[in-house]
């Protein structure tokens, strides 16, 4: 039915900023372990939307998302145990069940990250390496923000509570290549969702800059 798309997509908005806007309340409050406790739940609830609303999916589709997945879980497991590719640090509980000291959320965050950047950075480069290149410039962008309220909230801290500048460097290369293998399969993700999960985002840890 012409209406499912739209339905999906609307209601998938509706639930990133349900959970966006009372994560930041809900974290300034008194009661801050509870929510970020449901840590994990917000970020397969986004996984999920985002997978849903994916048009004709396939196992091409499957393929094109378990790359930055598997991308994202090789160079964490580097970073944990060897202090390679990001430097030297360790995942907190807030994230959930561990490979091998990786957060296996922190692969799926890899995967949706790829996704929401490649959706933004396609709108306004058509050529490939151009738009991995702005995809990847846009997911460490992210990271920037998200590094000042990761150790409080529990998700991750680096060695003597400093991010190294090796850091920056790691995710921008490591999210190149991820996005050239993902952009290769030309996954129709849904765009205007992706604008919404990306903002959503930068709002939530962007609020905890100034709380």
């Known amino acids: 039915m012409s209406w499912q798309p739209k339905y999906k997509l609307w209601i998938?908005?509706?639930?990133?900023?349900?959970?966006?806007?009372?994560?930041?309340?809900?974290?300034?409050?008194?009661?801050?372990?509870?929510?970020?406790?449901?840590?994990?739940?917000?970020?397969?609830?986004?996984?999920?939307?985002?997978?849903i609303n994916i048009e004709k999916f396939s196992p091409k589709v499957l393929l094109a998302i378990f790359i930055p997945f598997i991308l994202g879980f090789i160079t964490e497991a580097l970073g944990v145990n060897y202090g390679l590719v990001y430097g030297n640090y360790t995942y907190g509980e807030n994230l959930g069940f561990k490979v091998?000291?990786?957060p296996l959320l922190i692969c799926i965050n890899w995967a949706v990250l790829t996704a929401i950047t490649a959706d933004?950075?396609?709108?306004?480069?058509?050529?490939?390496?151009?738009?991995?290149?702005?995809?990847?410039?846009?997911?460490?962008?992210?990271?920037?923000?998200?590094?000042?309220?990761?150790?409080?909230?529990?998700?991750?801290?680096?060695?003597?509570?400093?991010?190294?500048l090796q850091n920056y460097i790691g995710w921008l290369a490591t999210a190149f290549v991820a996005h050239l293998a993902y952009q290769h399969f030309k996954v129709k993700t849904n765009a205007?969702?992706?604008?919404?999960?990306?903002?959503?985002?930068?709002v939530f840890f962007g609020a905890f800059l100034f709380i």
Do not use: C, Q, R
């Open 100 to 102: 091998v000291g990786v």
């Open 12 to 51: 998938g908005v509706f639930l990133i900023w349900l959970f966006t806007i009372s994560g930041v309340i809900g974290i300034s409050s008194e009661n801050s372990e509870w929510f970020l406790a449901l840590t994990p739940v917000n970020l397969l609830l986004t996984f999920v939307i985002l997978v």
């Open 120 to 164: 933004i950075a396609k709108y306004f480069f058509k050529n490939i390496w151009v738009s991995a290149l702005v995809g990847s410039i846009l997911m460490t962008g992210l990271d920037l923000i998200i590094e000042v309220s990761a150790p409080k909230f529990d998700f991750w801290e680096f060695e003597n509570g400093i991010v190294p």
């Open 192 to 202: 205007n969702l992706s604008w919404h999960i990306y903002v959503s985002i930068v």
